[in-house]
């Protein structure tokens, strides 16, 4: 713990990966510990962790990266959180991320941005920015992000780390807040597959707090670890990921890895994914809804941010959400309300239900060829902060990540190597059946 507030002082200045710095605590859960000597049913004993300010704290704040939670200081601990902790791990800080999870560069971090600690002219990704830069960073052994539509995957390939959304369910919702409830999934960010497993085996199951977390078994996920070849292992390649529109370094360094597993005894299979160029806006409708529904919440009246000066109660409602939501937030809850107005609700939201069906149906027919299937987590390596300044262009850097989420099923981006021509890190995207974590560790584990 001392190692990474160390490293944290030094890097800090430049990165910039964390809203709030939990030393005092951190030390003095560390003491404990020690005082009470290392215990073997607690497989996380002294690892010092990051958390996603999304995630509820006990006793500290959590803001989503928002004006309006600036002060938010919640009485009970996430489900997620509560389980690390039980393990024996150790909360040093509270990662810097968009407001409310919406974005895919941190950039809409009410408070500042954050850095990518390869390059600090450029974006670490987003949402989960901040997780991503702080164990890139080495301030931390591993970190928690949530994934609504590629918030763990994107920063993790930006920052050429192992990022792991597992399957819709798999791990409690229970204290984080909410974006899109039927999209979001919390997931471990670290520094080696192993340590994903480790940590998802620690948070996966089921929670009567949450009534979407499934009640299935939770498998051993590092029995699996350590298989010598990818023989009998059938990897799914759709052309809709692989052709126009991505960049020629992240092909490249991409197809290596799935030469890598060839190589290994893995064999390939093309598969179709056809409604991929309708993901986005799917997608975005479907969580901007969502979020409008979800933020309804933030009044001023129970939590956060009141504008005191308003007289009467709906200007105090406008005040206080005009002040503290940021541009991105206030566009997606205008936008979101629209889709489920009267009159639109049909064209828009119940469109958009159908074709996320339809999307689904099309991975079970892709899973029937193939065990997994491969492809770039995105178009382009980490961008130079300020060069996506158009919301729709923010947008389409999701193309590949959001299938997964409307689908429900588990994905990770894990790092291949340098892109030719920028330098920046390469993630290479795995996305497998439901409950196939297992599975997909084993396999990226090898490929390591
Ligand atoms: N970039 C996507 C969005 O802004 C995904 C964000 C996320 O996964 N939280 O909605």
Redesign the pocket.
Known sequence: VEHCLARIEATEPKVRALITVMGDEALKQAEALDAAGPDPSKPLWGVPMVLKDLLTTKGVRTTCGSRILENFVPFYDATAVARLKEAGAVFIGKANM?EF????STE?SAFFMTANPWDVERVPG???GGSGATVAAGQCFGALG???????R?PSSFCGIVGLKPTYGRISRFGLIA??SS??QIGPMTRSVEDAARLLQVMAGHDPKDSTSVDVEVPDYLAALGREDLKGVRIGLPEEYWGEGLDAEVKEACRAAVAEMEKLGAVTVPVKLALTEYAIAT??II?MAE?SSNLSRFDGVRFGYRNKKAEELIDMYTASRTEGFGD?VQR?IIMGTYVLSSGYYDAYYNKAAKVRRLLRQDFDKAFEQCDLIAGPVCPTTAFVTGDKADPLQ??L??IF??SA?LAGIPAMSLPVGLGRDSHMPVGLQLMGPAFSEQAMLSVAERLE
């Open positions: 968009d999870a919406m974005g895919s809409n987003g949402s989960s949530t994934d609504t539509g590629g918030s763990i994107t974006y899109g999209l979001d997608y975005y969580a979020a991105e997606r923010m947008y850097m999701d990540t959001i989420n």
